[in-house]
């Protein structure tokens, strides 16, 4: 029987997002990211093929490393303008049933109270179907307009989130003990006090006391991604995320990437299988194989090497104005995304990137690959990929908006349906009911679920 394969929508609320350039296209809509019925019928469009989620990226902070300058950035809109995402969620949970809506919210500049009563309120309002893609922050700019005098080193960042998620899940799953909401209008009384507890936390990094002022949500705790590619970013992953985001340039960086994650779960006293890997890929599908390599051809021509430049550089905290195109992209540490960096230098020792090849490769679809074909070739391509380098579905980026997505509904869907490789209906409850079928509650031997 074929492996099933998972779809989430890789998205941000800007204009470009990994693809520079591509909304100069006279048929891309990406500049109605600030109309509500933008999200609104995309997400309808999601459901529709079923997808499991749309994963919403964010990032504090501009893209100011290239020339040390925002300007490449600004003239490409490489993911700059870009707002919040968390409005969007409620828009689209209310004119959606199932579709999951996976957010990214940064823990630098956070108080996790704050954070926790907000995904509090995002799992209450979506009937239990969000996900918090947990992400510590590489860009300096981002600091600095947060008020912090520098970038915190790379692993201490790790550190610092680690506490985080400890915060976070005593309010989660610790404050409100089942049973402590009673609702009793006959009797007044809607909360036992009881079995509502505060909590205490004096660490390192952050200090809390007292009771989680929001009930428990349908989830308690959000659905956890994550997507760190270094050995600390790996280690946290390993520890705390369901979900596991990877990018890859290469099949073979993939599989090294996927296989290292299913030997930290286990290390980490997980089953290798707990947490669902998504690889980041990009699709261009058509008709016919003719019709997709020709738009595959058109949006090459249109590409920003200037913006894909700027997003490259940000990523990996290199100045690539300093270095001549054919130089080798060599790994250094940085305190930047150390995964962009090593997936174009180490994890694939069998491709050597000049600073031009990364540069091109990343103006369509940032780290992750491109399949471009019919429906018939696409779906051999994602299945040999799920096959090879044991992962269990996509992150698919888009090119040109709203078109890469309704392509992907119309034709690669259908045919995968048919081979069946992909769900015909949605199962129920909540996201990670939905994802995982072993209740909506973190189960152990997770870390979160000691402290309910």
């Keep these: 029987m074929p492996r099933q394969i998972r779809f989430n929508a890789f998205m941000m609320n800007c204009v470009g997002h990994l693809a520079p350039g591509q909304w100069t296209a006279p048929a891309d809509d990406s500049v109605g990211y600030l109309d509500t019925r933008y999200w609104v ?22 893209y100011d490393v290239y020339g040390d300058s925002p300007a490449a950035a600004l003239r490409t809109a490489a993911q700059v303008p870009m707002n919040d ?47 918090w893609n947990v992400v510590t922050s590489y860009l300096q700019s981002g600091a600095l307009s947060l008020g912090q005098t520098e970038l915190r080193a790379h692993d201490e960042r790790y550190d610092r989130a680690d506490e985080f998620l400890e915060v976070c899940y005593k309010l989660w799953e610790g404050s409100w003990q089942e049973g402590a909401l009673r609702r009793d209008a006959e009797r007044g009384i ?9 909590i205490t936390h004096k660490g390192r990094y952050f200090e ?65 299988d707990s947490a669902l890997l998504f690889a980041m890929l990009t699709v261009i599908v058509d008709e016919t194989a003719e019709r997709a390599q020709a738009r595959y051809a058109a949006y ?21 104005s300093r270095y001549r195109p054919d130089d080798t992209l060599a790994y250094v540490d940085t305190d930047a ?21 990364a540069v091109e490769f990343v103006t369509i679809g940032g780290r992750g690959a491109v399949v471009v074909g019919d429906a018939a070739q696409v779906a051999d391509e994602l299945q ?69």
């Design 41 to 62: 019928e995309l997400a309808k469009v999601l459901e529709e093929g079923f997808f499991d989620g749309l994963f919403l990226g964010d990032v504090t902070g501009i």
């Design 85 to 131: 995402p968390v409005p969007l969620i409620p828009l689209m949970a209310h004119a959606t049933k199932h579709l999951g809506f996976g957010v990214t919210v940064s823990v630098a500049y956070e108080a996790p109270y704050l954070l926790a009563r907000r995904f509090t309120t995002l799992d209450q309002l979506s009937r239990g179907r969000v996900a």
């Design 384 to 452: 040999a990929l799920v096959e090879e380098t044991d992962i269990d579905g996509f992150n698919l980026a888009w090119v040109e908006s709203p078109r890469t997505f309704h392509d992907i509904v119309q034709y690669l869907v259908p045919e995968l349906q048919r081979r069946g490789a992909y769900k015909t209906e949605y199962a129920e409850g909540t996201l990670r009911e939905k994802l995982f079928g072993n209740g909506a509650y973190l189960q152990a031997p997770h870390v979160g679920a000691s402290y309910r």
């Design 190 to 198: 809607y909360a036992d006090p009881a079995r509502v507890r505060k």
């Design 208 to 272: 809390s006391e007292g009771i989680f002022q929001c009930e428990p949500s349908p989830q308690r705790t959000p659905l956890l991604f994550q997507a760190g590619g270094s050995t600390r970013g790996t280690a946290f992953a390993a520890k705390h995320a369901e979900c596991i985001f990877l990018g890859a340039p290469t099949r073979n960086g993939l599989r090294k990437s996927a296989q290292s994650i299913r030997t930290a779960l286990t290390e980490a006293g997980r089953a290798p």
């Design 337 to 357: 995304g150390q995964s962009a960096l090593a997936s174009f230098s180490k994890l694939d020792p069998e491709r050597v990137w000049t600073v031009r090849d």
């Design 300 to 320: 090459q021509a249109r590409a920003s090497y200037e913006g894909a430049l700027a997003l490259l550089s940000g990523w990996t905290g290199i100045d690539l």
